[in-house]
């Protein structure tokens, strides 16, 4: 018994140390309690600690018989079973109140390393994010000034196109009137051109009627 508890506080003091120094200890250590603390291993433990806090109890119960008896002897002599059996239930006692101690430790210590694992993993990543950040403003800035100069360079172009348009928009009024002009000229050969065809019909019915007249007298005199 008290063997197996000296090699219990001696494995719980060299986990305590390896998480006191970065070592490939200290990583196979954690890598192991994270796996302990998973499943079933909490349940495990906490039965073992239950285990050792009931024969903890039952040595500091066995303690105080031991005293009680060795006050009620009336000729105050201890006897030697007694003395040995108290030293050896107090020095019981003492070891496992020391396991229970040290595997507190060593829980508390692997829970607060994990939060700070944790908390370094946030850092990092705000802290990459805040450099995303950053990168993304620089290149937008660098964005707008490739845009500004793009914008100062298609400036004039837009002038120029503007001014062509007006050219082209003058040219294109000044067009429209010679078509307005072309088509009243047009309106006016075709009014002309009826005038021309309605003279065209009234000469040859005066024509026509000449011709008949002429051909009358001439068969008047034939007669």
């Known amino acids: 018994m008290l063997h197996l508890l000296y090699g219990v506080i001696l494995g719980e003091a060299v986990v305590i140390l390896s998480f006191l120094f970065k070592s490939p200890l200290r990583k196979v250590v954690i890598v192991s309690l994270d796996r302990l603390k998973r499943g079933r ?67 508390r210590l692997h829970h607060y390393i994990r939060e700070l694992r944790v908390l370094r993993k946030a850092m990092e990543a705000a802290k990459k994010q ?56 047009s309106e006016g050969l075709l009014l002309e051109y009826d005038r021309l065809l309605e003279d065209n019909q009234n000469i040859r019915s005066q024509l026509e009627s000449i011709n008949k007249s002429s051909s009358h007298v001439d068969n008047k005199k034939s007669m």
């Open 41 to 107: 291993g909490p349940v495990v433990v906490k039965t073992v600690a239950g285990t050792v806090a009931v024969v903890l109890a039952s040595s500091l119960y066995s303690i105080s018989e031991i005293r009680s008896r060795m006050f009620d002897l009336e000729a105050g002599v201890i006897n030697p079973t007694d003395q040995v059996l108290l030293s050896k239930h107090i020095l019981e006692a003492s070891l496992m109140g020391f396991v229970l101690f040290l595997a507190l430790m060593i829980d």
């Open 130 to 185: 805040n450099r995303s950040f950053e990168e993304g403003k620089t290149t937008s800035g660098e964005e707008q000034k490739a845009l500004m100069e793009e914008i100062a360079i298609m400036k004039p172009k837009v002038k120029l196109l503007e001014s062509e348009c007006e050219a082209k928009g003058s040219k294109v009024k000044a067009l429209e009137g010679e078509v307005e002009a072309l088509k009243k000229q």
